[in-house]
T-cell receptor, first 111, second 113 residues
């Protein structure tokens, strides 16, 4: 069983809809949680970085962490065609630890 | 501009050949990482280094080698022992001991002729 599970999609939504992405994990020691966006044939870029449970909002993006359920989510409001990309979740146990990545979810926002 | 650069963007390897991928950063980060990305498999850690002249194997180190002679540079060699090298290779860096996360380079796509 992988430490981090993420549905690969593709997830297709119409422009303006809310995109909902999630990852589950098995290691209760994970403390730091990240979401990256990766366009085709490009390096991942950091979108959101959270520590501990709760919500974090940045513009159209909201990240949620539920440590009791070992579940993290990313919501994208008012989605745009430019949001079409693969979204990777990542996490680690401490600032020295190795990062574990989900497989990535491909999102397609149709005009 | 601060950032991470990887070169070349595309690399072709012949049978039995060793090839080296370059990764340079000017972010003054201590730690550097190499990942391999295959379709549907996410990122898998090949090697990482938290300090100059020291590095550790990741989850899929077989067939790869690295060096860390300078803080700014962490080259990856794909040896002939790596039988399935076709993939997208990503270099990343971060400050060790801090809550900062990893930042990635643009990647190198390696193809076998």
């Amino acid at each position: 069983q992988k430490e981090v599970e993420q549905d690969p999609g593709p997830l297709s939504v119409p422009e303006g809809a809310i995109v909902s992405l999630n990852c589950t994990y098995s290691n209760s020691a994970f403390q730091y949680f990240m979401w990256y966006r990766q366009y085709s044939r490009k390096g991942p870029e950091l979108l959101m970085y959270t520590y501990s449970s709760g919500n974090k909002e940045d513009g159209r993006f909201t990240a949620q962490v539920d440590k009791s359920s070992k579940y993290i989510s990313l919501f994208i409001r008012d989605s745009q065609p430019s949001d079409s990309a693969t979204y990777l979740c990542a996490m680690n146990t401490d600032s020295w630890g190795k990062f574990q990545f989900g497989a990535g979810t491909q999102v397609v926002v149709t005009p | 501009d601060g950032g991470i650069t990887q070169s070349p963007k595309y690399l072709f390897r012949k049978e039995g050949q060793n090839v080296t991928l370059s990764c340079e950063q000017n972010l003054n980060h201590d730690a550097m990482y190499w990942y391999r990305q295959d379709p549907g498999q996410g990122l898998r850690l090949i090697y990482y280094s938290q300090i100059v002249n020291d590095f550790q194997k990741g989850d899929i180190a077989e067939g790869y080698s690295v060096s860390r002679e300078k803080k700014e540079s962490f080259p990856l060699t794909v040896t002939s022992a790596q039988k399935n090298p076709t993939a997208f290779y990503l270099c990343a860096s971060k400050l060790t001991g801090s809550q900062e996360t990893q930042y990635f380079g643009p990647g190198t796509r390696l193809l076998v002729l």
